[in-house]
């Protein structure tokens, strides 16, 4: 049995898509397709019968559980019932799993990679509710919390970002007035050296000498080591049996996509999605659209402006190579490994190399410049002026100089001791 879903477009398409004509899901995928309350029909053969039937469904996640039912009882003939809701519970309390539910349909808006965040952890809430045997949302306090964070085999970096979207799903709830309180807020993140910067705290950007050693292993290294395959065992690395080596990216588009992640801040999602139509003649390179519509953009300079427009000549308007998936993950999954390489081949890191560290060291390049306000790069990064100064207080220049200012202020009339010149054992100064 095989069933296929598609959108038929009638004459009152809100869309002006035109009468008759079929778009699948794939195909509204697209930033240009323009959305209507067209029907969703399926076609298919069930019980050796072909047809095509209407699903009543404007939304592809309704269609497909339509879809579902048909096929699992593999006619035609039966018709589909909407699911039937639970029972509400007499006493008015509220069950783990449709607080769950409500929880994930309040945050279908926003990006993928949250909306996975979110499914992945309630997804562990749900089975430690099942391994306790609880089935109401308010037999949950806050030892159960602790101990369902203890039961997390991360880092306590991890951990932290874990209990924010446990503290956000239980406030959800409290919200909704399902429950009294919020049981993870009495949870506090753990304290000490091992804790150092769990919320968040300063940032760490490349600096200009790491960069440097990234653009010479661009040159010098990567893509440059033999690859040695055995011709018998596919896959398995041999030594002296067969060279060959197959590439399409080479160090200089690595150096490229570090160049516009460093001068731009712009994060690696859009980087690896970067468009040509992003430049401006004049250079300035659209970052982002704010709230009002209000278009924010950033200027590199000329050299990689032409860089830019070489590779939009050489590789089409998706100057990093265009995708036909619109899973992010995907995307991004290219050039993290390749960066991974590259940073293998620049020997040892003191702070463990990430591609959000460009965008810090965008950060740190602009407030390191005289004249730069907080408020200028806020609003490039499209941060508040709070949290820049909170994550990269450490490269505000003025921030250090009324501390330097108070420091001598302070110590300048203090008592000090006499100072008695220090010999070496040589018996010289």
């Given at each position: ?6 959108r038929?477009?009638r ?43 209407s ?37 008015g ?24 965040t ?5 997804a ?19 030892v ?16 932290a ?5 446990i ?35 300063q ?11 990234m ?25 002296g ?37 992003r ?21 590199v300079?000329?050299w ?44 040892p ?6 591609p959000h ?28 002026e ?32 006499n100072?008695?010149?220090?010999h ?6």
């Amino acid at each position: 049995m095989s069933v296929n879903l598609y959108r038929r477009h009638r004459k009152e398409c809100k869309a002006g898509h035109s009468v008759e004509s079929r778009s699948g899901e794939f195909d509204e995928r697209r930033k240009s397709w323009k959305k209507c309350a067209c029907l969703i029909f399926i076609s298919g053969t069930l019980a050796g019968v072909f047809r095509r039937k209407s699903t009543g469904k404007i939304n592809w996640d309704e269609a497909r559980a339509v879809a579902a039912e048909w096929e699992k009882a593999g006619s035609w003939t039966g018709e589909f019932k909407e699911p039937v809701p639970a029972a509400p519970v007499p006493d008015g309390r509220i069950t783990i799993d449709r607080a769950i539910q409500g929880f994930i349909a309040e945050y279908q808006g926003h990006a993928a990679n949250t909306r996975k965040t979110y499914r992945l952890q309630m997804a562990k809430l749900k089975a430690f509710s099942d391994s306790r045997g609880y089935i109401m949302l308010d037999q949950w306090g806050p030892v159960d919390v602790r101990e369902f964070r203890a039961s997390w085999p991360v880092s306590p970096r991890t951990a932290a970002e874990n209990m924010s979207t446990i503290k956000l799903f239980f406030e959800f709830c409290l919200s909704n007035e399902w429950i009294s309180r919020n049981p993870a807020r009495l949870v506090k993140n753990p304290r000490g050296r091992d804790a150092v910067d769990l919320r968040g705290g300063q940032k760490l950007p490349f600096t200009d000498a790491e960069l440097e050693r990234m653009y010479q292993a661009c040159d010098t290294k990567y893509g440059k080591q033999e690859i040695r395959w055995s011709r018998v065992i596919h896959h398995q690395r041999v030594d002296g049996e067969y060279v060959r080596h197959n590439s399409k990216w080479t160090g200089q588009d690595l150096a490229d996509f570090i160049s516009i992640s460093t001068y731009t801040g712009l994060r690696i999602s859009d980087v690896c999605t970067f468009h040509i139509d992003r430049m401006r003649p004049t250079g300035e390179i659209h970052i982002r659209t704010t709230k009002s519509g209000a278009h924010v953009y950033t200027w590199v300079p000329e050299w990689l402006q032409e860089r830019i427009r070489a590779r939009a000549e050489k590789y089409g308007p998706f100057i990093f190579g265009a995708h036909k998936t619109t899973d992010m993950n995907v995307v991004t999954d290219v050039w993290r490994r390749k960066l991974k390489r590259l940073w293998k081949l620049c020997g040892p890191w003191q702070e463990k190399p990430t591609p959000h560290r460009f965008r810090h060291s965008f950060a740190r390049i602009l407030l390191r410049r005289p004249g730069v306000t907080v408020r200028d790069v806020a609003e490039l990064l499209g941060n508040t002026e709070q949290m820049v100064r909170k994550h990269y207080s450490a490269w505000i220049p003025e921030r250090q100089e009324r501390l330097t200012a108070i420091l001598k202020a302070a110590f300048s009339e203090k008592p000090r001791p006499n100072v008695i010149a220090i010999h070496s054992k040589t018996g010289t100064k």
